[in-house]
């Protein structure tokens, strides 16, 4: 069973920059793809970004793509997302979670982080 805690979110201006960072223990994780998620206040959840942990490949969705960056430390078991150029409309909880790899379900969530980014 793999546990995920998300750390680093908060109230950025527009235009500002976050890091999120989410802890990953109790697996393999070399055998996981690791994924950011939002969900925003009256929307359903949606994709953000995932790597797989080991090689590292990565995705996006179109909403982030050149302002958004996931990236791993597999010597600390940590899965980052960088946020640059925010914007009000990435305002959401946003959670980490995880998959193994070749399947399509996410089974282990974290919390969530709360980003708020102000114009």
């Known amino acids: 069973q793999v546990q995920l805690v998300e750390s680093g979110g908060g109230l950025v201006q527009a235009g500002g920059s976050l890091r999120l960072s989410c802890a990953a223990s109790g697996g393999a994780l070399s055998n996981y793809v690791l994924g950011w998620f939002r969900q925003a206040p009256g929307k359903e959840r949606e994709f953000v970004a995932a790597?797989?942990?080991?090689?590292?490949?990565?995705a996006y969705a179109d909403s982030v793509k050149g302002r958004f960056t996931i990236s791993r430390d597999m010597r600390v078991n940590m899965v980052y997302l960088q946020m640059n150029s925010l914007k009000p409309e990435d305002t959401a909880l946003y959670y980490c979670?995880?998959?193994?790899?070749?399947?399509?379900?996410?089974?282990?969530w974290g919390q969530g982080t709360q980003v708020t980014v102000s114009s």
């Open positions: 979670a995880a998959r193994f790899r070749g399947a399509q379900e996410y089974i282990y």
């Open positions: 790597i797989l942990y080991n090689p590292s490949s990565s």
